[in-house]
């Protein structure tokens, strides 16, 4: 399961996914690094968690993007689609083999001017599998958080009962990000398949943006019928 003493990186932490899940993260005793372009933008971010948490001592730090992912197993991509390709270039010297990289972009039309209730088409078939295309040789990405709302998830009172769907190509990395996951109460961590499935995933994303704006809410998903799963690393 997950090591809590390994630090965590989180690009785009200071956003709003990426600021709740810093959040849950270091309430669990997870040391994250927040990361962004500017350095006193995610420093003002790790302040605002700590202030959260009542606790000047949460393991959290701001740093700029290639420092907070330098020497860490995982790494999390919370930005925008339309900065997606730009963060995964400026990091591509600073991740290295070995390294997980967990992509929670959706390819929503809103970065094109549309609507968040539709996606656009990706040459490479997902968001997913074009940050796998775009990473470091030896990176390996998993997909996962596109259903979870930020809102909730930054919520500390919520218990989510939530399903977060696990997508990637190597069951030991989709073992390590599901123990994540799953420290924060309430959600649990359901393996989606390979890389390719998180092209459907990523559609239903924008299908409960639409769900949420109708019933005004901020619902996710639960699968029913799932026998428990130990996620355990293969050796």
């Not at 390590?176 to 990523?202: C, H, N, S, T, Y």
């Not at 769900?211 to 428990?228: C, E, M, S, W």
Request: proline residues 3%.
């Amino acid at each position: 399961m997950s090591d809590q003493t390994s630090p965590v990186a989180i690009v785009g932490g200071t956003g709003a996914l990426g600021s709740a899940l810093a959040l849950q993260l270091a309430k669990a005793g997870v040391n994250v690094r927040i990361g962004s372009r500017k350095l006193e933008s995610a420093e003002e971010a790790a302040g605002r968690v700590q202030s959260r948490l009542d606790d000047a001592n949460a393991p959290v730090s701001g740093h700029v993007n290639e420092d907070a992912v330098s020497g860490c197993e995982v790494v999390f991509l919370t930005v925008p689609f339309r900065a997606q390709s730009e963060n995964l270039t400026n990091l591509k010297n600073a991740m290295t083999e070995g390294q997980i990289l967990v992509d929670a972009t959706v390819p929503l039309a809103a970065a094109v001017s549309g609507k968040a209730t539709r996606t656009i088409g990706v040459w490479q078939g997902s968001a997913a599998q074009q940050a796998q295309e775009m990473a470091a040789d030896g990176v390996t990405v998993v997909s996962a958080l596109h259903t979870v709302s930020a809102v909730t998830l930054g919520d500390l009172e919520n218990v989510h009962e939530e399903d977060v769907l696990v997508c990637g190509n190597k069951k030991a990395a989709k073992a390590r990000v599901a123990g994540l996951i799953e420290l924060i109460p309430g959600l649990r961590a359901v393996d989606g398949g390979p890389l390719e499935a998180a092209r459907i995933a990523e559609q239903i994303t924008a299908l409960l943006i639409g769900v949420n704006i109708r019933y005004k809410t901020h619902a996710g998903i639960q699968f029913t019928q799932l026998p428990d799963r130990e996620w355990q690393t293969p050796s």
